[in-house]
């Protein structure tokens, strides 16, 4: 059995079965046929920079397109009689795998000489299988990154399958071919200048087939978090398809990963129409997985007052007025709201003024027209409370006021009060609400006690602002994690392009070195788990209710095809990923810590040691506000064990600015027995360990300032060397909480700081600034050269090149080695560090007193780069040492082949015997 799937597998057989007559027809799927006919996830990469030139598909009927779909799009008005299964070649690799394995434990356990004999040839299959499996990983991962890297000739190929311009009639429009909204998910992927928009007809078809499934839908919609996976809700994108397309990256939408986009898709931004293109087109593939709110910017009369810059002038641009006014329709059919496990409602605005508001009011809102807005700013709110409400939905802002509302300067909707949050979620049964429609400079902000949360998802909004961008992850339980991101138009496919464009030969996977390929695999799946470890951390504790520090194989499964890639065969590379413990378990602190890389690494755990000198009452406050939130909500925690993911609400709450990297190096240095949970003993262990130590807690919140709002930063610092380079107690306190805008409840904090910096100044009572700025300083320099190459990481990771290609790029003249010039060139040549122009800017508004994104990779950062990865200080960086800073090492590796060929060895000697 196992040989005969082996070799079909080997030669790339599949199958396909009619659909039974009387099957339902339509684009709208049930869940259980996308469970079927599911499509191969693929990893999405960053867009390019735009440029002004619309290019449109070209036209041939009789052309047949060079891609085809694994899934099978029906088409509305011609029904198919086939239904297409695709059985990946990973997966039944996997399948084949599991086969074995059961026949091999029969073999090792059965007392049947004869049989045994008999089964004995199966030990080299199973080394020979091993090969297959790298081999096949290493194909899967390139066959990702070619299709989003096809040449021009590619694309004019698969969009010639589209239809002809024809007169448009929305009533008579016909279905493009099945693999109409692939082709176009692929190709919107690419990079701008090789992008080819869909023609006008199959655009406007998209627009209507979308409408009919938003009209089918209710104004207030409510759905689920899938049981064993997440739903990624992202906030505005204002027409910037890097960001989405980054968003994208957490992984294809199917039945573990659902998306909520909340509303403004276009306006402002450089490709509004590939942007909603894409979103329709996810939602016409996926009507199960994918969820879309309207926002205000989803209207005429906000599309038309933007300009050129607007939705409006933009699509009659690039298509005419019939698709701009399709596009319009299926505006005003979009929900207004969605509602998460009955707990968590989520618009795109906020709330009206008027009382006791309910679900069913916006569930009953005739929402098929223009949302009522004032004509001028200051007005009072619509007449009715159906207007006001739907307004409110779309318009709104929360704020902290005392009054229960008041007028917004937006000219629709109000602001509303804590008051008003309050009421609602009581009313309606709810825990949370999340709403986007407003820049903040972190990507996601907390209102209300962190009741009413705001989610922003365009980076670098406009091109202007250095604001980054942010979404949210939910589990099933309805926790909550925030993702943030920084990105710099094009960085990802300037990268990609580079490499592509020199055309480095690589070396043939179909060779006999079976560890060489092994390695090469590893090596590839380290990146992408090093990378993602903080979500599968909160993924793992989620399916760990004991807090035991485990994970069965299954679930370990479940979570990597959700958080890395579907299409990859995780029963079979579990044998070489993890350690299943004797009852079946897999430590998964133990797997999430065996890929590092050694510099961004130190460098962590220096920053995390020097934070904790400065964090003891900060640490201590959480762990009392994590205690009392565990007494209020009744819940039993054995040996009271505190997860990640309470960890990072509870320090974010206290110091906004931490990411979730950064926390969870906090957590692994107070994480004692390495089970990823923090419990009393460890507590107690760290404030003993930090007992002596003066207490700073003030340092943290001014170097949170730093990084989060530098204009700030710069500007306290200016204020309070007026007098000189020493400042009283009472000034330095009274500015540094003005600055930080902390409450009063946090004073005596800061006056404990003042007197701990007053006596290490030894300044005659009065501190010293210019050592408060050097503590700062030196507790941010760790943090910030780890983040760097991180980032750098990520960077390589999401634009699927290897490190030896951007060596040989930045190596012009071939000596073997890099110098600084070199070095600093080559990243910047690669899209890695910011450009000549970027940074001339970046100091042009610093000086001015602007607020300053410090998280950009600059050339400075380069240059410390380069003197770190040269090892022998011989001013040339070598491949090795190129190598050694940014590789993802596996710190296994050497426990690995050790125990690989023990039992080689062990299994070698059994077989012996049998035979």
């Known amino acids: 059995t196992v040989s005969v799937l082996y070799w079909s597998i080997k030669m790339g057989n599949c199958c396909s079965e009619e659909k039974p007559s009387g099957a339902g027809t339509g684009t709208t799927q049930k869940p259980q046929q996308v469970d079927q006919q599911k499509a191969k996830p693929a990893p999405v990469p960053a867009a390019t920079t735009t440029t002004t030139t619309t290019q449109h598909a070209p036209v041939d009927k009789n052309a047949e397109a060079s891609i085809t779909s694994p899934v099978a799009i029906v088409s509305p008005r011609e029904p198919s009689n086939i239904v297409k299964k695709t059985i990946s ?156 397309l980054w968003i994208l990256h957490e992984g294809t939408p199917s039945e573990n990963t659902h998306y909520l986009f909340n509303g403004d898709f276009v306006d402002r931004g450089p490709e509004q129409c590939e942007v909603l293109l894409m979103l329709y087109a996810l939602k016409a593939i996926y009507p199960q997985y994918v969820w879309l709110n309207r926002g205000n910017h989803e209207e005429h009369r906000v599309n038309k007052a933007a300009g050129k810059a607007g939705f409006m002038q933009t699509c009659i641009n690039q298509y005419s007025d019939v698709a701009y006014k399709a596009s319009i329709k299926s505006f005003k059919a979009l929900p207004l709201g969605h509602v998460i496990n009955n707990k968590i409602a989520v618009v795109h605005g906020g709330l009206p003024s008027d009382s006791n508001v309910s679900l069913k009011e916006m569930r009953e809102i005739n929402r098929f027209r223009d949302c009522p807005t004032s004509k001028k700013r200051g007005e009072l709110p619509p007449a009715t409370r159906e207007d006001r409400i739907f307004q409110a939905l779309l318009w709104s802002d929360p704020r902290d006021i005392s009054n229960r509302w008041q007028g917004s300067s937006r000219g629709a909707g109000v602001w509303f009060s804590q008051e008003v949050t309050n009421e609602f979620l009581k009313k309606n049964g709810l825990t949370k609400m999340i709403r986007s429609h407003e820049v903040t400079s972190q990507g996601v902000r907390g209102w209300h006690d962190e009741k009413c949360m705001t989610v922003f998802s365009a980076s670098r909004y406009c091109g202007k602002d250095d604001n980054k961008g942010a979404y949210i992850v939910l589990l099933p339980t309805l926790e909550m994690t925030t993702h943030e991101f920084f990105i710099r138009q094009g960085q990802i496919s300037q990268l990609r392009d580079q490499v592509r464009s020199a055309k480095f030969e690589e070396p043939s996977l179909d060779q006999e070195d079976c560890e060489h390929v092994r390695k090469m695999a590893i090596q590839r799946l380290g990146e992408m788990i090093f990378t993602k470890r903080s979500q599968l951390l909160t993924m793992f504790q989620h399916l760990d209710p004991d807090r035991m520090g485990t994970v069965t194989k299954k679930q370990w499964i479940t979570i990597m095809r959700t958080n890395i890639l579907d299409d990859l065969p995780w029963y079979s590379l579990s044998r070489h990923l993890v350690e299943v413990e004797n009852t079946g378990h897999i430590s998964y602190i133990r797997f999430l810590e065996r890929f590092q890389n050694k510099l ?47 960890v990072c609400q509870a320090l974010r709450k206290s110091i906004p600015g931490l990411s979730m990297t950064e926390i969870y190096y906090l957590l692994s240095h107070m994480d004692e027995n390495n089970d990823g949970y923090l419990d009393a003993d460890e507590w107690a262990a760290h404030m003993e360990s930090q007992k002596g130590e003066l207490a700073i807690p003030g340092i943290l919140d001014i170097w949170d300032l730093r990084r989060t709002n530098n204009r700030k930063y710069e500007s306290l610092f200016r204020s309070l060397e007026m007098n000189g380079e020493t400042v009283t107690k009472q000034v330095f306190v009274a500015k540094a909480m003005q600055a930080c805008a902390s409450s009063d409840d946090t004073k005596e904090g800061w006056e404990l700081t003042a007197d701990s910096l007053i006596k290490k100044c030894n300044a005659n009572g009065k501190i010293n600034l210019p050592l408060v700025k050097d503590m700062v300083s030196r507790l941010e320099d760790d943090r910030h050269r780890a983040k760097v190459i991180m980032d750098i990481i990520e960077i390589v990771t999401r634009a699927q090149v290897k490190l030896m290609d951007i060596f040989r790029l930045m190596d012009i003249d071939g000596s073997g080695g890099l110098s600084a010039d070199e070095f600093s060139k080559g990243l910047r040549n690669c899209g890695i560090i910011e450009s000549q122009e970027e940074e001339e800017k970046r100091k042009r508004e610093l000086e001015a007193g602007k607020a300053v994104n410090t998280e950009v990779i600059s050339a400075k950062d380069g240059l410390q780069l380069w003197e770190q990865s040269d090892l022998d200080k011989d001013k040339n960086v070598t491949w090795n040492e190129f190598f050694e800073a940014l590789c993802i090492y596996d710190t296994w590796e050497e426990q690995v082949d050790k125990k690989r060929e023990e039992g080689l060895r062990a299994e070698a000697v059994k077989f012996s015997a049998i035979e």
């Not at 080394?127 to 499996?133: A, Q, V």
């Not at 739903?231 to 960001?243: E, K, P």
Request: aromatic residues 10%; contains cysteine; hydrophobic residues 35%.
């Open 89 to 244: 070649y990973s997966s039944a690799l996997d399948h084949a795998h599991q086969q074995m394995t059961k026949l091999l434990g029969f073999v090792r356990t059965s007392k049947q000489c004869n049989k045994a004999r008999k089964f004995a040839r199966w030990a080299p299959f199973q080394r020979k299988f091993e090969e297959y499996l790298f081999t096949d990983v290493l194909r899967t991962l390139e066959i990702q990154e070619e299709n989003d890297m096809m040449s021009d000739d590619d694309a004019s190929s698969v969009m010639s399958t589209t239809l002809t311009d024809v007169s448009i009639d929305l009533d008579e429009l016909e279905a493009p071919d099945d693999d109409w909204l692939h082709v176009m998910v692929t190709n919107l992927k690419k990079e701008k200048d090789q992008r080819m928009l869909p023609n006008e007809n199959d655009f406007t078809f998209l627009m209507k087939t979308v409408t009919k499934l938003f009209e089918e839908m209710e104004s207030i919609v409510h759905i689920n978090v899938p049981e064993t996976g997440r739903l990624v809700v992202v906030g505005d994108l204002h027409g910037q398809l890097d960001d989405l």
């Open 600 to 646: 961004a690494t130190n460098w962590m755990r220096s920053w995390a040691g020097k934070w904790m000198e400065y964090g003891r009452s900060h640490i201590t406050k959480c762990a009392l506000d994590l205690r009392r939130m565990l007494k209020r909500n009744d819940q039993f925690y054995k040996e009271s064990k505190l997860s990640y993911h309470e």
